[in-house]
């Protein structure tokens, strides 16, 4: 009987993978689409400063940062020190503290899961959790797997993109500039595809305005930070005075 009930459990906890695993991945596609591109970007770049697809593996497995990685490189190369590093991953990644808040609760639900959702929340992933709607027939369990393979497949396709772009980068003859500005028509498609869904768009409205107004005082190379700080308040400000959260 114990036999039997642990083969049981077995074959139901497949089905269960095998279900969250094919929504995630038809929910991941269009990330695919833009991580395998940048991905070739930069093994492009690892490749042009003579680094191999050993780095390429380790980097986008340990690091998995996008701009940092294609930061990294100029600091591996260049023999920057342990100090200057640090600060410079902590100002190209410190808006990560600002969304990340929106899935600790949930992510401490997800126990042993949790500290990977945590390191690999990028910001792709992110707008794709954010725009996910849960089917109605996924349990508590079933969710909690399919917002796994989400990310697990996110990373597996950005890995995938830098290894073979290290691999093909001789090969590759023909300019690839503009190449990184997948990640940019990424964005737009998952903007629209919220902005679609939503029943308002008064959160939408408010990232854009402060965006805007944020690059007018700070600059193009300067305003993200201000932006997010700008648009948590205002959505906690709306929060505190309507009693519920800004829709998309």
């Known amino acids: 009987r114990t036999g039997y009930s642990s083969q049981k459990l077995k074959q139901k906890a497949g089905v269960i993978m095998k279900k969250a695993a094919k929504f995630a991945f038809v929910k991941s596609i269009p990330i695919m689409l833009g991580y395998v591109f940048l991905g070739i970007a930069f093994g492009l770049v690892l490749q042009k400063a003579g680094l191999g697809p050993l780095w390429a593996l380790l980097i986008s497995a340990c690091v998995y940062a996008g701009s940092m990685q294609f930061a990294l490189v100029g600091i591996l190369t260049g023999g920057l020190s342990f100090v200057t590093t640090a600060v410079m991953t902590l100002f190209i990644n410190s808006r990560h503290a600002f969304y990340g808040l929106t899935f600790i609760e949930r992510f401490k639900k997800m126990r042993k899961a949790y500290p990977y959702m945590v390191f690999s929340l990028t910001d792709e992933t992110y707008?794709?959790?954010?725009?996910?709607?849960?089917?109605?027939?996924?349990?508590?369990?079933?969710?909690?797997?399919?917002?796994?393979?989400?990310?697990?497949?996110?990373?597996?396709y950005w890995v995938a993109g830098t290894v073979i772009g290290v691999l093909l980068g001789s090969l590759i003859t023909f300019d690839t500039t503009g190449l990184d500005f997948a990640l940019t028509a990424l964005f737009v498609v998952i903007f629209t595809d919220q902005w679609k869904s939503g029943n308002g768009h008064k959160a939408a409205l408010t990232g854009v305005a402060a965006s805007a107004l944020c690059v007018l005082i700070f600059g193009q190379s300067a305003f993200i930070i201000p932006a997010m700080i700008l648009i948590l308040a205002a959505i906690t400000w709306d929060y505190k005075k309507n009693g519920k959260e800004m829709e998309p």
């Open 127 to 156: 707008s794709l959790l954010c725009s996910m709607a849960r089917p109605r027939d996924f349990t508590d369990r079933e969710w909690d797997m399919a917002t796994l393979f989400v990310s697990l497949f996110d990373q597996c």
